[in-house]
């Protein structure tokens, strides 16, 4: 089935480390997408690519890292310089196009917790 | 730039009463709007979205939404409440390539 693998599922790390959050997709689309979302908040945008080796910064991309070396991956790493980590990480990708009204499709999501 | 208010952070209903969860946005030009679900620990859901055409748009699971052009709102609807529906519920607006959501309504559906 065409669809969004995130990995892991649920993530602890000490303080100072960095990790690194896997999404795969094989619904062959050019944008992909990486969100974070806090408890009763709503969600916010970290990066974005819409193709290879190309990559933007989002609302709150301070403390993260993106790669986009092919057009099936956006792994996203969060590194000691993020603040406060601990949270639930969604990817998604979407098609793209001049007039694209095309709709977002997230992974299952990411919960990474710092200890 | 686009906006989008979701004014209930809780809403309540009966089981089989009818449910509303209120969206309204803002955007400069045609606006694309959707609405998702999310259950816990998991993913959100794409239920339904507006491109042009009829103002009622039916979605999954027996959701359906309606646009308002002149209240600037996107309402999501449903018939009959069940339980099973109670879950967290994002409105947005996609402006370009980039989509920006509601913070959220979250909706209890009691026995």
């Known amino acids: 089935d065409g669809g969004i693998t995130q990995s892991p599922k649920y993530l602890f790390r000490k303080e100072g480390q960095n990790v690194t959050l896997s999404c795969e997709q094989n619904?062959?689309?050019?944008?992909m997408y990486w969100y974070r979302q806090d408890p009763g908040q709503g969600l916010r945008l970290i990066y974005y690519s819409q193709i290879v080796n190309d990559f933007q910064k989002g609302d709150i991309a301070e403390g993260y890292s993106v790669s986009r070396e092919k057009k099936e991956s956006f792994p996203l790493t969060v590194t000691s310089a993020q603040k406060n980590p601990t949270a639930f990480y969604l990817c998604a990708s979407s098609i793209i196009g001049r007039e694209s009204t095309g709709e977002l499709f997230f992974g299952e999501g990411s919960r990474l917790t710092v200890l | 730039a686009q906006s989008v208010a979701q004014p209930e952070d809780q809403v309540n209903v009966a089981e089989g009463n009818p449910l509303t969860v209120k969206c309204t946005y803002s955007?400069?030009?045609?606006?694309?709007l959707f609405w998702y679900v999310q259950y816990p620990n998991r993913g959100l859901q794409f239920l339904l979205k507006y491109i042009t055409g009829d103002n009622l748009v039916k979605g999954s699971y027996g959701f359906e939404a309606e646009f308002n052009k002149s209240q600037t709102s996107f309402h999501l609807k449903k018939p009959s409440a069940l339980v099973s529906d109670s879950a967290l519920y994002f409105c947005a607006v996609r402006g370009g390539q980039n989509f920006v959501f509601g913070p959220g309504t979250r909706l209890s559906v009691l026995p």
């Open positions: 619904l062959n689309h050019d944008a």
């Open positions: 955007v400069s030009g045609n606006p694309y």
